[in-house]
């Protein structure tokens, strides 16, 4: 399923732009946001984290996903950023959403960015819940990234590291801030629910530290195992099961909007707001009918001319079930395929276009050509196809 990604930027603290991306279902209605963390030094445009919003947008939650200041397209200086930076951002991010749309109700972290969201949820009321993914129990964790250039740090009060590849210098103040966090001591008195998932296999953040998160946390908290997975969810079968697990558990504890349900007092009732995205109710039962993307649908469910066709098709199918039923014919299945095209017609030297369904009809079971033959004329009694072929009124009431 496709989403829509809106360009955005809000400002930190210090003034500076930080760029983000803001995911939204595709019928544009959230039914919540959610505030996603990248990884450290990693960027709101990772892989995992893309699939991960998808995967809640098709629950209809939309997230918003940026770059901490200094990182990616965000402006600022990296070496002048920490950990607790980190958390201010998160909380200007939340801020942003209250102001500009809803403020969220869910906050996703990786990695260190998991540690951060837990203390920026302190600070945010309509938090209501938290999903860490592969995170330390302590920001201090993150040190060993840099342990080859700790005595330089010390000494010199900054070094230019190597982390994933590229340069980034860290300075003392990084440190100092990271040692200086008690994840512990928020998790016991933060009460929001908590989702704790971490790969056995990550060897970049041990599974005990998903152990210390879970034990210092209160209820509700549940964890997740995310059994084969590296750190970082290179896989894309990981990082969708991730945002599909995060999307599921977190519906139980948000405040979902109740929208007035579709009724009628006749058998159908169609209700369509800004996009082709149609809600049908018919005789009890709901089904959505959109349009293709190229003609500015969403593409979340067949076209009108599709149900038109569903209709001939089913009806076909169960006259013939039916048929076969009172005859005492053995069938075990019947498959019927239709094929809607408009075609040129000539008639009396004038040429027009006319609709043509085409119907091919399978049927599985222990019955002999003539009952075939048989079934395929009573395909022509049923009800559906007699009305297509049949002349047909259409009153139109305004109410």
């Known amino acids: 399923m496709m989403t829509k990604t809106k360009k955005i930027s809000f400002v930190n603290k210090n003034g500076e732009n930080l760029t983000?991306?803001?995911?939204?279902?595709?019928?544009?209605?959230?039914?919540?946001?959610a505030l996603f963390a990248h990884c450290f030094t990693c960027s709101k445009n990772l892989t995992a984290v893309k699939n991960i919003s998808r995967a809640l947008n098709q629950k209809g939650i939309a997230v918003l996903r940026f770059d901490f200041?200094?990182?990616?397209?965000?402006?600022?200086?990296?070496?002048?950023?920490?950990?607790?930076?980190?958390?201010?951002?998160?909380?200007?991010?939340?801020?942003?959403?209250?102001?500009?749309?809803?403020?969220?109700?869910?906050?996703?972290?990786?990695?260190?960015?998991?540690?951060?969201?837990?203390?920026?949820?302190?600070?945010?009321?309509?938090?209501?819940?938290?999903a860490t993914i592969g995170a330390p129990a302590s920001p201090e964790h993150v040190s060993h990234l840099f342990k080859h250039g700790l005595d330089k740090i010390e000494q010199d009060g900054k070094a230019t590291l190597e982390i994933g590849g590229r340069p980034f210098t860290i300075k003392k103040q990084f440190l100092d801030d990271l040692k200086s966090k008690n994840l512990a001591s928020v998790l016991k008195n933060i009460e929001k629910a908590l989702l704790v998932m971490h790969s056995p296999q990550d060897n970049t953040?041990?599974?005990?530290?998903?152990?210390?998160?879970?034990?210092?946390?209160?209820?509700?908290?549940?964890?997740?195992?995310?059994?084969?997975?590296?750190?970082?969810?290179?896989?894309?079968?990981?990082?969708?099961?991730?945002?599909?697990?995060?999307?599921?558990?977190?519906?139980?504890?948000?405040?979902?909007?109740?929208?007035?349900?579709?009724?009628?007092?006749?058998?159908?009732?169609?209700?369509?707001?800004?996009?082709?995205?149609?809600?049908?109710m018919a005789n009890g039962h709901s089904l959505l009918v959109d349009e293709p993307t190229d003609i500015g649908g969403n593409d979340l469910g067949p076209n009108p001319y599709g149900l038109v066709s569903s209709g001939l098709a089913a009806c076909t199918a169960i006259t013939l079930k039916m048929y076969a039923n009172k005859k005492e014919w053995d069938i075990n299945e019947i498959r019927v395929h239709i094929k809607h095209d408009k075609v040129e017609q000539t008639k009396e030297d004038e040429t027009n276009k006319v609709d043509q369904f085409v119907r091919y009809i399978e049927i599985e079971g222990n019955i002999d050509e003539e009952q075939r033959n048989r079934l395929l004329l009573i395909a022509n009694k049923c009800p559906v196809h007699k009305t297509l072929h049949s002349d047909v009124i259409v009153e139109t009431k305004l109410i």
Not at 20 to 33: M, Q, S, T
């Open 69 to 130: 200041t200094g990182l990616g397209e965000s402006e600022g200086d990296f070496a002048n950023t920490n950990f607790s930076s980190n958390v201010e951002d998160l909380v200007v991010a939340a801020n942003y959403l209250k102001e500009n749309y809803i403020a969220p109700q869910i906050i996703i972290g990786h990695s260190l960015g998991g540690a951060a969201v837990i203390f920026a949820a302190k600070q945010l009321p309509s938090i209501k819940a938290i």
């Open 205 to 280: 953040v041990g599974i005990e530290n998903a152990a210390e998160i879970y034990q210092a946390a209160m209820h509700p908290k549940s964890f997740i195992s995310l059994d084969g997975a590296d750190h970082l969810l290179m896989n894309k079968e990981d990082s969708n099961y991730v945002g599909e697990i995060i999307a599921s558990w977190s519906l139980r504890y948000i405040d979902i909007p109740k929208k007035e349900a579709l009724k009628t007092d006749k058998e159908v009732v169609a209700r369509l707001n800004d996009s082709y995205t149609t809600e049908i």
């Open 20 to 33: 983000a991306r803001l995911d939204l279902p595709v019928n544009g209605h959230p039914i919540a946001y």
